[in-house]
């Protein structure tokens, strides 16, 4: 079996990221999969380390090209960009700009084909908009960073596959945004993703936007039928399995008993709400779309837990899993 290598990134270093990486390559069945590489603050994690109890040893390296993945110590690309006193669980324009260095080297080393995908703890928002680089997260500097126009959020659970139409903008902005070649394109990504996954023909549940998806104009402005029947005959023209608009709670529960390969949501709220109620610590974050590939935790950085030890590392553990499959396998064991 092929190891690809993982860009682990760090995170915003005064949140849990630290903790829950050196936790997580504790587990032998990581390092089975996989080989970590943790573009991030070496000091920083050894903190980390002995915060958790982890007996793992990390090694500082200068760059991505000699990581020693025979060693049973952490592999960390060191960016050197924490100072020692920087306290956990405080928003920092300093944690702030070493969020953003961590992606920023992770996309170089992974565009130099020295690892095959990137895995992110968790940043802050406000420490990023702090150090001066306005991004609303993850997903949109990640496509900055790669020159990608457009990119859509999958979020991934032993249950639930849902993507996202609308992310990080307010709920009256992400009604207007919503048209039908937007809503169509989001369909593409997702389809190519499940076919990508290993299956063939998969089965795709469409969110409405209004109540009992409009039912037939009471409610709403005819926004289902302007919006998004569509794109969704548009997808079926292509021979495709998509279905909807569908009330949301209806086909969330469907999906949740396998009746629906994935679930398209068209906000945040709507998407997200289902899948953390299934548990944070068994979701992932995947941006689809990228030249890279990229998960997530799908959780944040934890503040008011942040150096006292006790951050779960499941949800980090998952999305190195799902980094693994979607990685190009061709790469050296």
């Known amino acids: 079996m092929t190891r690809p290598t993982i860009a682990i990134t760090m995170g915003d270093p005064a949140g849990i990221g630290p903790e829950i990486i050196m936790k997580a390559l504790a587990h032998p069945e990581v390092q089975s999969v996989c080989r970590p590489l943790v573009i991030g603050d070496a000091d920083r994690l050894r903190q980390a380390g002995q915060i958790v109890g982890s007996t793992m040893s990390v090694d ?3 760059d991505a090209d000699a990581p020693d993945f025979d060693k049973p110590a952490v592999q960390c690309v060191d960016l050197k960009v924490v100072p020692a006193d920087l306290p956990f669980g405080q928003v920092s324009p300093t944690a702030g700009e070493a969020a953003y260095r961590y992606i920023e080297k992770a996309v170089q080393v992974v565009q130099a084909g020295q690892a095959q995908g990137i895995c992110t703890a968790p940043l802050s928002k406000e420490a ?5 680089h306005k991004f609303p997260g993850h997903t949109e500097l990640l496509a900055h960073l790669t020159g990608t126009p457009e ?6 659970s032993p ?4 993507i996202h139409v609308t992310t990080h903008i307010g709920l009256i902005d992400a009604i207007a945004k919503i048209e039908p070649g937007l809503v169509e394109r989001v369909i593409t990504r997702g389809h190519g993703v499940l076919v990508k996954a290993g299956i063939a023909n998969p089965k795709i549940g469409v969110c409405a936007i209004n109540p009992h998806a409009g039912e037939n104009g009471l409610f709403g402005r005819g926004e289902e039928a302007e919006k998004i029947t569509p794109a969704i005959e ?3 023209a292509k021979g ?7 009330p949301a709670d209806t086909l969330f529960f469907l999906a949740g008993r396998g009746d629906y390969d994935m679930v398209v949501a068209m906000y945040h709220d709507q998407g997200h709400g289902p899948i953390k109620v299934l548990g944070l610590e068994a979701g992932v974050n995947i941006t689809v779309g990228l030249p890279v590939i990229r998960t997530s935790v799908d959780h944040g950085t934890a503040f008011d837990i942040a150096g006292k030890g006790i951050a779960d590392e499941r949800s980090l553990m998952e ?3 799902q980094a693994v499959d979607l990685a190009p396998k061709a790469v050296a064991a």
């Open 234 to 236: 548009a997808c079926r």
């Open 128 to 132: 990023l908009h702090a150090a001066g």
């Open 240 to 246: 495709w399995d998509v279905r909807g608009p569908l």
């Open 60 to 62: 500082s390296l200068s």
């Open 319 to 321: 999305a190195l899993r």
């Open 159 to 162: 249950k639930l596959r849902v």
């Open 151 to 156: 990119v859509s959020m999958m979020l991934v």
